[in-house]
């Protein structure tokens, strides 16, 4: 079983840009609902308020679906799931079900909190963005080596555009 910490490091060490990689949300993914040992400290106004286990929760849910579906008794649903590695296509099932309640949520137009962690406090939302007319220089070549820039025009349409807030927490000093 990967450790989430020793999945980010590689991560960080053999990227070479900041893009985007399935590959790597879903590695993340099952990672975070394996390692029991991984935790985060969950923050807000007054500083740490608490900590946070993904895999700890998320096999509590599991157990709870064992026993609610089984009529099994909650402790024998319990170790059955303790037992349980989550696979590829579990976490792959996961990130998409995650990117999907983030795109719904926010066409509800509240304002997404992602929760308050030791250097930051993200938040998104989505806002509105009326139809646009951007102008730039196209660049005109008439054949004889004769080279001309003239206006050009392109219509962006009216669309919706994410808008993440992040400033720095209080509890940051």
Request: with cysteine.
């Amino acid at each position: 079983m990967t450790k989430v910490s020793e999945l980010l490091a590689e991560i960080q060490e053999t990227h070479k840009q900041v893009s985007s990689s399935q590959k790597d949300e879903v590695r993340v993914m099952q990672a975070m609902l394996n390692d029991t040992s991984y935790e985060v400290g969950v923050y807000a106004k007054s500083g740490k308020v608490g900590t946070y286990n993904p895999a700890q929760d998320f096999k509590a849910m599991q157990s709870r679906i064992v026993s609610s579906v089984t009529k099994m008794g909650k402790d024998e649903a319990k170790k059955l799931v303790d037992d349980y590695e989550v696979t590829k296509a579990d976490a792959n099932t996961m990130v998409n079900v995650s990117k999907e309640f983030i795109n719904t949520y926010l066409d509800s137009g509240r304002k997404l909190s992602l929760g308050g962690r030791e250097k930051s406090n993200f938040a998104l939302s989505v806002r509105d963005i009326p139809a646009t007319e951007k102008t730039y220089q196209r660049r005109r070549d008439d054949g004889k080596g004769n080279i001309t820039w003239e206006p050009g025009h392109k219509t962006i349409p009216a669309h919706k555009g994410l808008k993440a807030r992040s400033s720095c927490p209080s509890w940051v000093k």
